[in-house]
C-alpha cells in the first residue's frame, strides 16, 4: 500500500518511539505541552533551543490524541500547525496520522494543464450535505459536465461552522465542519478516480480575526511596520524570517504531497510583501517543482494585480514557476460589455468595454501599467502579450465576482440569455483556459452571498462594515436601502447561498446546462489538441465597424482560431472579409453564408483554419 505524508519540521509528527511536538516561539520564556483527553492529561515542559524552538518527545502519545500548548504558565493555545481541529480553532488540536488513508489511485499523476477546465466551488453549499462527501457524491454529474479539474474554496481552519475560508487561522487543518482529513483525502482520491483533478484556494497574506494566537509567542511572524487590508503584514524577508518562510513553503509542500492536490491557487499575492532574494513565492514554486518535479502534473497559480513576472516560461513554452493567474481583466471587461455598470473598479472599463475584451483575449491583461482611475492613477499591471493563452485563467463568474455584490447577483439575473450564451462562448472557446463557479453552467438564479460565523464580538462590526462597503454605491446611498444587504453573520445567509440543485432540470436552466456541456466538448474535441506550445504574441484583436469585434489567434499546432462576435442588443456590421476556414461554432443559426449582411444581436461565431502542423 502506497503512503503519502509530508514531514514537517514543527508541529506534530510520528516517531516509532512517539510523538515530536514542536513549536517556535521565540517571544516566550516558557512552554509546556498539555494532553486534554478522557485518557490521557499531563503537563510537560518542552525544551528550548537558541532559536526559539521549543520541542519534546511523548512516548503515550499517538493518533488521536489532543493536546495544546501552554505559554509562560497561562495561556492554552492550538498548534498553528496543527493538521485537525475538531473542536474548532479555540479548542485542541488533534494529532493526526498522515499514513492512515488507504489510497487507491496511487498512479494518478495529474493532467496537463491545456486540459484544464476548472470548476469553482465552495464545499459547503455545493451540495445539501454541505460535506466532502456531499462532493464526491455529484462527480459523476460534473464529469458529464465535461469539466477536467474542481477548485475548493479555502479549506484552512476557520472560526464557527460557515465561512468562504479566508478566515482560516490554522492553514495546515482542513476545517472540521465538512469532515475530517481523512474524508478529504478520499475526495481528493475518488475526484482521481474519475479523471479529475482537484485545486485548493490557499491563503497566505493574512490570517482571519479571531483564533491565530501567535501574537502571544512569536510577534515577530507578523511585520508591524507594513499594513494588509486585514492588519499587520507576515513577515517573510526580516532577518529572523526563515520560519516564517518556512511554515509556509512547508504547506504547500503538505497540500500537494500529503493530500496529492494537482494544483493550489495562491490567494491575493499583491498583498505579500517580501524584499528577499528569492521571493518567497519564487521559493514555494521552486520547492514544488524540486520536490515532485516531471513525476506529476503540479499547477501553481496565482490571483495576482496583473503581476506578469511569475509567469514567466522556458524556451518550450512551460512554466519555470506559475502555470497561470486569474484573469480580472477579462471578467471586468466582459461584465461592463453584458451589463454597462461602472461602480467600483468597473469604472476603469466602461470607457471601450469592447476594446479592453480585445486586448485581453490578445494580450491577456489589458492594464499593463496603465494608471487607472480606481486607483487614484496607480499604475496597473505589468506587460503580457509576450505570454501564451495557457498563462492566464479566464472566467464569467467566480466568488468574488459574485458574493462581493452586495446581493450575491450572478450574471444570469443582470442580463439576458442571449448575452449570457454569447459570453459563454467567448470563454469556453478561446484559447485560455476557462473557469465555471458552481451552478453557472445551469443559470442558477441562486445568490452567492458573502457569509461567515465570527465570534459574538465580531458580529456587529462585519454585519456594520459590510453594509459601508457599499455607501458609496448609488442605490446604497440611503442608509435605509443598506439594512436590505443580507446579514453576513445570519445563518440564513448561508443557507440562501446554497445551490438549489433540482432547478438545473427546469426549462431554460435545462438549456443553460446543454450549451455548457456543448461548449466543453466542442473544446475538448477541437481546442485543446492544438493549444501544446501556443507562443507568447499568439493574438491579435480589432473592433469591427458598427460594434463589433474579431480576435484570432495562431496555436500550437499552426492553425488559426478566429472569433467574430457581436456583444451588444443591436445588429453590426460583418467583417469585410470573412476568416478562412471551416464554422467551429455559432450562438444563432448563422452559418458563414447567413453573415453575408451583418452580425445578429448577441452572436459569437468561431472558425478554425487547419495549420501545417495539424
Given amino acids: 500500500m502506497n503512503t503519502f505524508a509530508h514531514h514537517m519540521p514543527f508541529g506534530a509528527e510520528l516517531l516509532p518511539e512517539g510523538v515530536r511536538f514542536r513549536l517556535w516561539a521565540p517571544d516566550c520564556q516558557s512552554v509546556s505541552l498539555c494532553l486534554e483527553g478522557p485518557q490521557t492529561t499531563s503537563e510537560t515542559p518542552l525544551q528550548r533551543s537558541d532559536t526559539g524552538w521549543y520541542e519534546t518527545v511523548i512516548a503515550e502519545a499517538g493518533p488521536g490524541t489532543k493536546y495544546r500548548f501552554r505559554i509562560d504558565g497561562d495561556l492554552r493555545v492550538p498548534d498553528p500547525a496543527s493538521r485537525f481541529q475538531p473542536d474548532d480553532i479555540h479548542g485542541a488540536s488533534e494529532v493526526i496520522d498522515p499514513t492512515a488513508y488507504a489510497w487507491r489511485h496511487n498512479d494518478w499523476k495529474g493532467r496537463p494543464w491545456e486540459e484544464t477546465v476548472l470548476y469553482e466551488l465552495h464545499v459547503g453549499t455545493f451540495s445539501p450535505e454541505g460535506t466532502y462527501q456531499g462532493v464526491i457524491d455529484r462527480l459523476d454529474y460534473l464529469v458529464a459536465l465535461g469539466v477536467t479539474a474542481i477548485e475548493l474554496m479555502p479549506l484552512a481552519d476557520f472560526p464557527g461552522k460557515r465561512d468562504w475560508g479566508y478566515n482560516g487561522a490554522y492553514p495546515y487543518a482542513p476545517d472540521a465542519s465538512y469532515g475530517r482529513p481523512e474524508d478529504l483525502k478520499a475526495l481528493v482520491d475518488a475526484a482521481h478516480g474519475h479523471g479529475l483533478m482537484v485545486f485548493l484556494d490557499v491563503v497566505y497574506n493574512h490570517f482571519g480575526p479571531e483564533g491565530n494566537y501567535l501574537h502571544a509567542y512569536a510577534k515577530r511572524f507578523f511585520d508591524e511596520d507594513r499594513h494588509t487590508p486585514w492588519g499587520a503584514a507576515i513577515s517573510f524577508d526580516k532577518p529572523d524570517s526563515a520560519a516564517v518562510r518556512d511554515f509556509y513553503i512547508n504547506n504547500v509542500l503538505y497540500w500537494v504531497g500529503e493530500y496529492r492536490f494537482d494544483g493550489l491557487r495562491f490567494d491575493a499575492v499583491h498583498a505579500i510583501e517580501d524584499t528577499s532574494t528569492p521571493h518567497v513565492l519564487e521559493a514555494m514554486a521552486d520547492a514544488v517543482h524540486e520536490t515532485f518535479g516531471a513525476d506529476r502534473h503540479i499547477h501553481l497559480v496565482l490571483e495576482n494585480d496583473n503581476k506578469s513576472r511569475y509567469l514567466v516560461r522556458d524556451d518550450g513554452h512551460d512554466p519555470l ?17 453584458l451589463t454597462g455598470e461602472s461602480n467600483g473598479y468597473y469604472v476603469d472599463y466602461i470607457d471601450d468595454p469592447l476594446a479592453h475584451l480585445g486586448r485581453c483575449l490578445a494580450e491577456g491583461f489589458t492594464f499593463q501599467g496603465t494608471p487607472i482611475q480606481y486607483t487614484n492613477g496607480e499604475p496597473r499591471g505589468e506587460p503580457s502579450d509576450h505570454l501564451p493563452p495557457l498563462a492566464f485563467l479566464n472566467f464569467l463568474q467566480n466568488h468574488d465576482q459574485t458574493g462581493n455584490r452586495a446581493m450575491g447577483d450572478r450574471i444570469s439575473t443582470l442580463c439576458s440569455p442571449e448575452a449570457v450564451t454569447a459570453a459563454t462562448a467567448i470563454l469556453m472557446l478561446s484559447p485560455s483556459p476557462p473557469m465555471l463557479f458552481m451552478g453557472q453552467e445551469w443559470a442558477s438564479e441562486q445568490p452567492f452571498l458573502f457569509f461567515c460565523d465570527l465570534g459574538d464580538d ?16 448609488p442605490e446604497f446611498s440611503d442608509p435605509e436601502a443598506r439594512l436590505q444587504i443580507p446579514d453576513p453573520t445570519a445563518e440564513e445567509t448561508f443557507h440562501r447561498s446554497a445551490l438549489d440543485w433540482d432547478s438545473r432540470t427546469d426549462g431554460g436552466h435545462a438549456v443553460a446546462l446543454a450549451l455548457h456541456r456543448d461548449l466543453i466538448a466542442l473544446r475538448k474535441l477541437e481546442i485543446v489538441p492544438r493549444l501544446k506550445e501556443t507562443p507568447g ?11 463589433g469585434l474579431t480576435a484570432a489567434w495562431t496555436l500550437g499546432d499552426g492553425s488559426r482560431l478566429t472569433l467574430i462576435t457581436n456583444m451588444s442588443a443591436r445588429s453590426a456590421a460583418k467583417p469585410s472579409a470573412m476568416p478562412e476556414g471551416r464554422l467551429l461554432y455559432a450562438t444563432t443559426t448563422a452559418s458563414s453564408g447567413g453573415l453575408e449582411r451583418e452580425l445578429p444581436p448577441w452572436t459569437a461565431v468561431w472558425f478554425i483554419a487547419e495549420g501545417s502542423g495539424a
Fill in 321 to 337: 514557476l506559475y502555470v497561470a493567474q486569474w484573469n480580472d481583466d477579462f471578467h471586468n471587461a466582459l461584465h461592463v460589455v
Fill in 458 to 473: 465580531l458580529t456587529d462590526s462585519v454585519r456594520d462594515g459590510r453594509r459601508r462597503e457599499f455607501a458609496s454605491f
Fill in 537 to 547: 504574441h499568439s493574438g491579435t484583436a480589432a473592433k469591427l465597424e458598427g460594434g
